[in-house]
């Protein structure tokens, strides 16, 4: 029976074809290997773990492999690796032998930038600092040392006083000396819009009908460069004082790279009213009139604006101190061009005599202005 056994293992050996290891004593079993001693193989190839053990005088009990019969071998992870095949026969007598193998690197490294990144947008001027690194694929051997050479070194500060697309290269070494080059392209660009400085007209200012004014506003930018500073009108031209209510000035700054800076100035323009004349007073000062007879208001808008120039329901009539509103008062107005001076002749009333009254009138450009007076009999 032992003999027979023998013989069987020697079938499947020579069947199969593993080389046969070497024994001390040429009646210790003998062991078939596969892969032979030194066989190399690339990453991810298919081959299996083959074995088989034999007694030259007795029969074999034990054939135990590091890894079992018939298993793929680990050709995933680069580089030697060993396996091991021990043999026992009936009268205890062992044999262990080895075989190794080498696992070609065949996976080429890659590159990991960090900054910049293949797409990105720097700001012009703004600090950045060169980071990448290299890295073997897993399986590998690993990066060389010294393998991963960029155009420029890490820590190196990203150059970004000039607008472009910049390319950016990195080689990697693995220890195999699989080489890759990879390359990125980043851009240094102007997102910040240009300054503008709207001086005149100022934000809320109140100008006079006619009133020469000049617009002043200047613009500056310090990364891709002026473009364009406009404005309703050029700085230094005349702002429109031409006609009555709440206008508007727009200024915009343009620079090289497409920012823009925008500011709009609201001014009203009124009329030039300095005031009535006498008989009124300055308010809040009381002029005394007689009650029942007519109050000459005097006051002039510099020029003759017609007679359109009060606004609905004005002027008019209050208690001095009232909450209310005033009550439309009845009257004349008149201009007279020599002297530039319009006339309110507002009518009063007998029933006043005592009383305390304001006489307010509301222009039509929305400016309101009081006389006060102190009626007698």
């Not at 046969?20 to 210790?28: I, K, V």
């Not at 034999?54 to 009990?61: D, E, H, K, L, Y």
């Given at each position: 029976?032992?003999?027979?056994?023998?013989?069987?293992?020697?079938?499947?050996?020579?069947?199969?074809?593993?080389?046969?290891?070497?024994?001390?004593?040429?009646?210790?079993?003998?062991?078939?290997?596969?892969?032979?001693?030194?066989?190399?193989?690339?990453q991810g190839a298919d081959f299996s773990f083959g074995?088989?053990?034999?007694?030259?005088?007795?029969?074999?009990?034990?054939?135990?492999?590091?890894?079992?019969?018939?298993?793929?071998?680990?050709?995933?992870?680069?580089?030697?690796?060993?396996?091991?095949?021990?043999?026992?026969?009936?009268?205890?007598?062992?044999?262990?032998?080895?075989?190794?193998?080498?696992?070609?690197?065949?996976?080429?490294?890659?590159?990991?930038?960090?900054?910049?990144?293949?797409?990105?947008?720097?700001?012009?001027?703004?600090?950045?600092?060169?980071?990448?690194?290299?890295?073997?694929?897993?399986?590998?051997?690993?990066?060389?040392?010294?393998?991963?050479?960029?155009?420029?070194?890490?820590?190196?500060?990203?150059?970004?006083?000039?607008?472009?697309?910049?390319?950016?290269?990195?080689?990697?070494?693995?220890?195999?000396?699989?080489?890759?080059?990879?390359?990125?392209?980043?851009?240094?660009?102007?997102?910040?819009?240009?300054?503008?400085?709207?001086?005149?007209?100022?934000?809320?200012?109140?100008?006079?009908?006619g009133q020469p004014v000049y617009a002043w506003f200047?613009?500056?930018?310090?990364?891709?460069?002026?473009?364009?500073?406009?404005?309703?009108?050029?700085?230094?031209?005349?702002?429109?004082?031409?006609?009555?209510?709440?206008?508007?000035?727009?200024?915009?700054?343009?620079?090289?790279?497409?920012?823009?800076?925008?500011?709009?100035?609201?001014?009203?323009?009124?009329?030039?009213?300095?005031?009535?004349?006498?008989?009124?007073?300055?308010?809040?000062?009381?002029?005394?009139?007689?009650?029942?007879?007519?109050?000459?208001?005097?006051?002039?808008?510099h020029g003759d604006q017609g007679s359109d120039i009060?606004?609905?329901?004005?002027?008019?009539?209050?208690?001095?101190?009232?909450?209310?509103?005033?009550?439309?008062?009845?009257?004349?107005?008149?201009?007279?061009?020599?002297?530039?001076?319009?006339?309110?002749?507002?009518?009063?009333?007998?029933?006043?005599?005592?009383?305390?009254?304001?006489?307010?009138?509301?222009?039509?450009?929305?400016?309101?202005?009081?006389?006060?007076?102190?009626?007698?009999?």
């Open positions: 029976m032992r003999r027979g056994l023998v013989v069987t293992i020697l079938a499947v050996a020579a069947l199969v074809g593993f080389p046969a290891a070497a024994s001390a004593d040429p009646e210790d079993p003998v062991v078939y290997l596969s892969p032979e001693d030194g066989w190399v193989f690339p074995f088989a053990c034999v007694s030259p005088s007795s029969a074999i009990v034990s054939c135990e492999g590091s890894q079992p019969l018939g298993s793929k071998l680990d050709t995933f992870h680069a580089g030697p690796h060993t396996l091991s095949v021990t043999a026992t026969d009936y009268e205890g007598r062992q044999t262990t032998a080895t075989t190794t193998y080498t696992v070609f690197d065949i996976t080429k490294p890659h590159v990991v930038f960090r900054t910049p990144t293949d797409g990105a947008l720097l700001e012009l001027g703004s600090s950045a600092t060169i980071d990448y690194a290299c890295e073997d694929d897993p399986g590998g051997l690993g990066i060389f040392d010294g393998g991963c050479i960029g155009t420029y070194p890490i820590g190196m500060p990203v150059d970004t006083r000039n607008l472009g697309t910049f390319a950016f290269s990195v080689t990697a070494v693995d220890k195999q000396f699989n080489v890759t080059q990879e390359t990125i392209h980043y851009s240094v660009v102007d997102r910040t819009p240009p300054t503008l400085t709207l001086v005149t007209p100022a934000d809320g200012a109140t100008y006079s009908l200047y613009c500056d930018d310090g990364g891709s460069g002026l473009n364009g500073c406009k404005g309703d009108v050029p700085p230094n031209g005349q702002i429109d004082t031409s006609t009555l209510g709440t206008k508007t000035f727009t200024a915009t700054a343009f620079d090289r790279a497409g920012n823009t800076s925008r500011e709009t100035h609201r001014y009203s323009v009124v009329y030039d009213f300095a005031g009535f004349l006498s008989p009124a007073a300055p308010y809040p000062a009381a002029a005394s009139m007689k009650a029942g007879g007519g109050v000459p208001l005097k006051f002039s808008l009060f606004a609905s329901g004005s002027p008019g009539w209050m208690p001095c101190g009232a909450l209310d509103g005033p009550t439309r008062a009845d009257g004349s107005l008149s201009y007279n061009a020599s002297a530039d001076r319009y006339t309110y002749l507002a009518a009063t009333s007998k029933s006043w005599a005592g009383t305390c009254r304001d006489l307010v009138v509301t222009l039509r450009d929305g400016t309101a202005h009081r006389a006060r007076f102190s009626f007698t009999k």
